[in-house]
Structure formats: structure tokens, C-alpha cells
């Protein structure tokens, strides 16, 4: 079937891109979204996400008349595509919050038509696509694979370069059929020019799973060789720097901990339907989240030594974002490092440009300060003047969570992690 008209459900940091993508690629394009202060901000030319070129390309999808939202279901029925990029949280006791696919999926079974494709974006347990195929079988009468086509297709982009990676990234369709992913595939060759792949919807789940699940461990893997550097007294991102010449290693950053709404849980929604649990997966994620007690252990090992009574202390944070020049706090480590420090400190400044709510002057949330802690990795903060700043500090301690500095300054007492050689 040919496609012409297309639902986009859910217009967060991924639908909305996606929607624009299709829409510039010269489909039209309907956008749901439950949010109605959010439709009415994109229907007047304003996207609600913060992300490098998306209003000019956002202008262009709806002065071409190809765009448009609405929180209206009557708006999507009948169309030859539906596109689902919904969130999919866990609940506090790890496993996976469905509910918001869930209700997607019945949105779209209502509106959909004989021979639509269906295709979840959203990041899901292995088997989920299939299962949902069931339901839209129970709530529709259509047979999955004959009356209507279903697909998992991941995206992998990273916040800050969407457009780019939307069109030039790898892509993988997996398919509930063969032609169900031959369908997406040639649905999406409208913007990407990255290579594509097809094959069965729970590969492709279990790919988007095990590539962030990669990650993470390797990240604990850093972590460790962190706890190890403290152990030999030396730098290990000197060692790490030496290790990585070598030509098929690549060892990731260690650091105050591994935030944002991908990594943290991407693992556990790939364990979660399996019937048995695994070691390092699970192990990894322990690591990566004591990263902010390990912090807090530095912190109050440099107050013990200036005989910094932590009760007194005024504790400066410098980043609450989860990651350098992102204003993203999810499941942020510069959160959880507050909270770990927050009963037993006097008092706890923040610092991030990026982030509302926090100091509004660098100077002003040193000033007085015992000592100051970076949570994030932000370019800026590799650039600060600390022969300044620490003057305006009553006891210079400065703990480094992220590597930003790499020779520390005078008159300060320095503990980074993995900074064994102090
Ligand atoms: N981090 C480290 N050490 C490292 C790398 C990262 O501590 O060596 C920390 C970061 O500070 C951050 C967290 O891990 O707190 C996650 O960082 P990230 O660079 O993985 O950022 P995400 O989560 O925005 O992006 C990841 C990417 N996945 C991979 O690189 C395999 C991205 O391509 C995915 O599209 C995204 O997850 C996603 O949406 O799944």
C-alpha cells in the first residue's frame, strides 16, 4: 500500500522530530498528543523541546501545510501509517510502565484502518511488539500480518544531534512479517540515508536493548577500574587514555554516575520478561548507581581532613543535568548526590546554566562556600577560573565527578574519582 497520510502518537523529544521528518519528506502528517498546551505551542510554530534547528524545521513542516497536531482522536482515523512515541517509564520496583504504549496502541486500534501500518518507535521489552499486535487482533477483528502490517523500529539518536541522526544513523525495522517491515523500511527511506536492516520485531527489540545494556555495563566497567585507580593511587584516566591505544579497546568515562531516561533503564526492560536473572546486567547497574555514595565518600574525606565539621559545611554543586550541555535532569546522578549528602550537610547550593531553579550566579553560589562539587559536564565548567573562584570560598575543597579538571588548582584540596594519585 502506498502511504500518503500519517499519525504521529506522542510528540515528545522523538515524535516530534519524527513528525517534522515525515512531514518534510512530503507526507501529511497528524500529530497526536494528549497535551493540549503542547499542540497549541506546536501549531504556533514553537516546539516545546529544546533542540539544535527544530523550529526553522518545524515552520517549514507547518507553512507547507503538512504538519499539524491535535489532541483529538477524530483527527487520526483512517490513515495509512501510524507512528507510536510514547514513553516508557519503570515504576519504582524496576519493571516497565506499559500503561502509556498501552493506551497508544488502543488510540490507534480505534482510528486505524483495513491495511494501516502500525509502528512503535518506543523503546520496549523483547515480545511487547507482538503482544500488542494481539491486542489490536482482540480490539479490532483484523488479523495481524494480513489485515494490518506492525513494526518495531528503535530510533538511536542522541539528544542535541536528532536531526542529524534521524536521517544519517543506522536504522533497524523489525517486522511482526517480512512484508511489515518491508513496508516501514521503504516508509522511512523517505528521510533516512543511513543504511536500514529488517528483521523480526523481537530482534529489533532485543538490539535497541542490548546496545544501551552495552553501554551501561562498559560504563561500570570504567566505574570499577575507578575504585581500582583509588586503590594503586593513580589516574585513571591516564590509564584509561593508554589502554584505549590499543586498537579494538575502548574503555568508557568513569564518573558521578549514569543518568537520563535510557541507560538507567533500558537493561531492566531487557531482563524483565526473561525467565531467569543475569549477573553483570543487573551488577552494572548496582555499580553505576553507588557512583554518587562513592562521590559523597570523596566529599567527606576531604571535609574530615580540613577538619570541616559536615553538619557546617555549605556544599556547592556545580550540574544537574545527566549529561554536558543537555538541560535534561532525569534520573540525573547530580540528583541522587544531593539526596545522599542532604541530611548530613549545613547547606546545598546548585549551579547549572542549563537548568531553571538553580543559582543564578556562579560567584554567588561559591561565595562562603566549604567546598564545591561538579555533577556534570558541561563545556563550560572546563573553563573556570578557580584562582578567582577560590577566593570567594571559605574552605577550598573542590571534588570533581566528571573529569573536568585535569590538573587541580592551587590551594584547593582536590579528590576526583579515579584520581588514586591523591
Ligand atoms: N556516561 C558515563 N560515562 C560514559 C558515557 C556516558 O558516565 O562513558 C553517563 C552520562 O554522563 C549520562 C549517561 O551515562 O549520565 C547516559 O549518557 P549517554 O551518552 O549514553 O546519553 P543518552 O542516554 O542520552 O543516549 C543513549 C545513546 N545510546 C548509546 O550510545 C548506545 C543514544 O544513542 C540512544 O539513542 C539513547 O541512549 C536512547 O534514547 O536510547
Known sequence: MDVKEIAVIGLGYIGLPTAIMFANAGFRVTGYEIREEVVEKINSGKAHIVEPEIN???????????LRATSNPADIREKDAYIICVQ????????????YLESAVKTVAKAMKRGSLVVIESTIPPMTTMKMAELIEELTGLKAGKDFYMVHA???????RIFKELVYNSRIFGGITPESAEMAERLYRSFVKGQTFKTSSTVSEVVKLMENTFRDVNIA???EFAFLAHQYGINVFEAIELANT??????HKPGIGVGGHCLPKDPHLLLWPAREDFGLIKLAREINDSMPLFTKD????ALRELNVPPEDAIVTVLGLAYKGDSDDTRNSPALAFIEAISDDVGEIRTYDPFVEGTHGSLEEALRGADAVVIATDHTVFKSLDWEILGKLMRTRILIDGRHIIE????????RGIGRGEF
Open 56 to 66: 526553522e524545521l518545524l515552520l517549514k513542516a507547518l507553512e507547507s501545510g503538512k
Open 154 to 160: 528503535p530510533e538511536r539518536v542522541m539528544p542535541g
Open 407 to 414: 590538573n587541580p588548582p592551587r590551594g584547593f584540596l582536590f
Open 298 to 301: 570523596l566529599l567527606f574525606s
Open 221 to 223: 566497567l570504567a566505574n
Open 246 to 251: 590499543h586498537p579494538r579497546v575502548k574503555i
Open 88 to 99: 516508557t517509564p519503570l515504576k519504582d520496583d524496576k519493571t516497565p510502565d506499559l500503561s
